[in-house]
Every structure is written in structure tokens, then in C-alpha cells.
């Protein structure tokens, strides 16, 4: 049972915020501290969307995402990123990350499967956005899917939790507002949780309000350890 700390855009383009973020989820029971790395001009659109100059102010360099993988190898806590275009594929290869994520919304992006699927390492991809009866078609090694519904923060009721068989998918991934969403996925036989993670829900950002603190997330990581003993 993993937990992937979805740190995402939280650091809110502050980098030493991001190593805060990146020390407090190995010390609260992370196995991951995972980011986003995209060109905001590109991924998003400016029109009709309130959070663009956000988007842009939280974008990664190249620069930072040494900055984060080094700093995950002294906190002794894998670095992980959603890749949102095959530049960006070769900056992570450069720091040798163990695997990938693909977002809910890249997977039907052929360029950037081909490029993930090139690099012979595991994939780990989100089907928020997908609404086929059979899972996409990504030829890598090793692929988990992840039930995730896409909205944020997803209220407790449309997630239908009791009607996921979670010996097809490898795990949960969790945008609603709190832990329980989380701890009855594991209890149903999720193998992973990712669940975005903040220092502070008032922060501002859209991600904050439906992220765990340190406090939820150590508590998650202790459900899941007395969980195991119970097996």
C-alpha cells in the first residue's frame, strides 16, 4: 500500500516551499512527493480560466526540478512527476526518475505515451477524463491505472467507491476533501493512494481546499499500517 503526496502546484511557485513540502510528507508517511511539470502556455488557455497566471507562476525550470530531486534524495523519498509533453520527458529521464505519471487529461496524448512508453519504465496513469469501457492502450513494461473521478474537490457521493473493483485498477487517485475517501479505498483493496498535499488548506491555489495536511496524512499512513496488521 503506497501513498503518493500529490504536491502538484501547492508550492505555489516558491521552490523552498517546495522542499518544505517535500521534507513534511517523507516525515508524515509519504512513500512519493510527486510535482507537475508542463509549459503553462501551452497546457492551459488563458480564456475563461481564472487560475492562468497561476498556472504560469507555478511552472518548473529545468533548474528546479534538479532542485526537487535532489532534495527528495536527502529526505530519503521518491521524486515522481506528471509529465505533460515529451520535452519535459527528457528532464526527467536526466535526474533518473524510477517511473512516470500520466494525467487524467494526457491520455490520449500519442506523442507524450510514445515518448513515457520509449523510456522502458513504469507508468502510472490516471482515468479521470477516460469514458471507455476498456482501459487506453499504453504498450510500457508495467502499467497501473488509477480511478480517479476528475473534479476538484470531488464531493463524496460521486465517487462510487463501492463499485470499484480494485483488482483492476492498482489504485485510487483522490481529489476529494479529507481522508476518508482514501481510507476506504485501501480498505477495499487499493494498492495506492495519490492525494495532493498541502502545508495549509487556506493557501491560495486551486488545489489547497481538497488536499491532506500533515496531520491527515500521517493518519492515513498510520490507517494503512494497523490496516496491514490486520491482513
Known amino acids: 500500500m503506497e501513498i503518493i503526496a500529490e504536491i502538484g502546484q501547492n508550492h505555489n511557485g516558491d521552490i523552498e ?4 513540502l517535500i521534507h513534511a510528507a517523507k516525515e508524515s508517511g509519504a512513500d512519493v512527493a510527486k510535482f507537475q511539470l508542463y509549459d503553462a502556455r501551452l497546457l492551459f ?3 475563461g480560466n481564472p487560475w492562468f497566471d497561476y498556472n504560469c507562476a507555478t511552472e518548473l525550470s529545468r533548474e528546479d526540478v534538479e532542485v526537487l530531486n535532489r532534495t527528495c534524495d536527502e529526505a530519503g523519498i521518491e521524486f515522481m512527476a506528471s509529465v505533460f509533453d ?11 526518475v ?3 505519471k500520466l494525467a487524467s487529461r494526457s491520455v490520449r496524448d500519442r506523442a507524450l505515451i510514445d515518448a513515457v512508453v520509449d523510456t522502458g519504465k513504469p507508468v502510472l496513469v490516471s482515468l479521470g477524463m477516460w ?3 476498456e482501459f487506453p492502450a499504453i504498450p510500457a513494461s508495467e502499467v497501473g491505472y488509477l480511478y480517479c473521478i476528475s473534479k476538484y474537490p470531488t464531493p463524496l457521493e460521486d465517487l462510487y467507491l463501492g463499485k470499484v473493483d480494485f483488482t483492476q485498477y492498482a489504485g485510487f487517485s483522490d481529489h476529494s476533501i479529507g481522508i476518508s475517501a482514501a481510507v476506504a479505498a485501501l480498505a477495499r483493496g487499493a494498492g495506492l493512494i495519490e492525494k495532493h498535499f498541502t502545508l495549509d488548506k487556506t493557501m491560495h491555489g486551486p488545489d489547497h481546499e481538497g488536499s491532506m495536511t500533515p496531520d491527515e496524512l500521517r493518519n492515513l ?11
Open 17 to 20: 516551499l517546495a522542499r518544505r
Open 221 to 231: 499512513a498510520n490507517f494503512r499500517e494497523d490496516f496491514r496488521q490486520c491482513l
Open 86 to 96: 515529451v520535452e519535459r520527458v527528457a528532464w526527467l529521464e536526466a535526474v533518473g
Open 45 to 47: 488557455s488563458r480564456e
Open 98 to 100: 524510477k517511473r512516470y
Open 131 to 133: 469514458n471507455e469501457t
